[in-house]
């Protein structure tokens, strides 16, 4: 009876920890398409890049990033004449391009 109970806990505590997260995931994406209808309403002059910016690459400290502010964590600039999203914690490329 006793494993019965624990094992039909922890199933729950699984489905809470795994809706938890799925919360979590929907709000950061609805963070990064408010963030990038920001930058693209509000353009910036290019960034020079040597190379193209790519998903999770860090951007050099050289890179003017604008933040939205400070509650959201997360920045932009523009690389050829497209919006890219960069977290500010670690200053990596969230997204880029439509």
Do not use: C, H, W
Not at 10 to 29: C, F, I, K, R, Y
Not at 79 to 84: C, E, I, Q
Request: glycine share 8%.
């Amino acid at each position: 009876m006793r494993l019965r109970l624990l094992t039909a806990a922890l199933g729950a505590l699984a489905g809470v920890l795994v809706a938890g997260s799925a919360l979590a995931a929907a709000a950061d994406q609805g963070a990064d398409v408010k963030v990038y209808d920001y930058a693209v309403e509000n353009p910036v002059d290019d960034s020079p890049l040597p190379i193209p910016p790519s998903l999770g690459e860090t951007v050099p400290r050289t890179v003017s990033l604008v933040p939205l502010s400070k509650e959201s964590g997360y920045a932009y600039f523009y690389y050829n004449g497209s919006p890219v999203i960069v977290d500010m914690r670690t200053r990596s490329v969230v997204r880029f391009g439509q």
